[in-house]
């Protein structure tokens, strides 16, 4: 992690928003810190991305209430894009392959799809492409 970290320039940190994810990340952004501290100082995280959302259920709002205030104390944003969890998603997992060759209609290949849409509007509109 700390090699691909090091060798960025700008990071995007996709979050569950479930605890372990909640602690993971924790973890990882004390790897973000050190990096930036001891090896890249430039390096800055370009904002969040709340996966496997379920907003019909409490737990489903409670990551987005987690994420929300994740992305607000590291300084970045969580994008409005949301990656639904749907069932196609998890097998195009086992299958080791991605969600949008795999089952390209299902709501998780429509949400990323909808994501790269708008992480690239954010991107043109903040002068990198």
Not at 14 to 26: F, Q
Not at 39 to 52: A, D, E, S, V
Not at 95 to 100: H, L, M, N, R, S
């Amino acid at each position: 992690n700390r090699s691909v970290i090091s060798s960025s320039q700008e990071l995007l940190v996709t979050l569950k928003g479930d605890r372990l994810s909640v602690k993971g990340l924790v973890d990882i952004c004390k790897v973000i810190s050190n990096v930036k501290e001891m090896i890249n100082p430039k390096i800055k995280i370009n904002g969040m991305l709340l996966t496997n959302y379920q907003g019909n259920t409490k737990n489903g709002q409670n990551a987005l209430d987690n994420a929300e205030l994740i992305a607000k104390q590291l300084g970045t944003h969580l994008y409005k894009s949301k990656i639904r969890y749907c069932a196609k998603g998890q097998e195009a997992i086992d299958k080791a392959d991605f969600v949008v060759r795999y089952a390209p209609y299902c709501n998780s290949s429509l949400d990323y799809k909808q994501f790269v849409k708008e992480f690239l509007e954010m991107e043109a509109k903040n002068g990198i492409i």
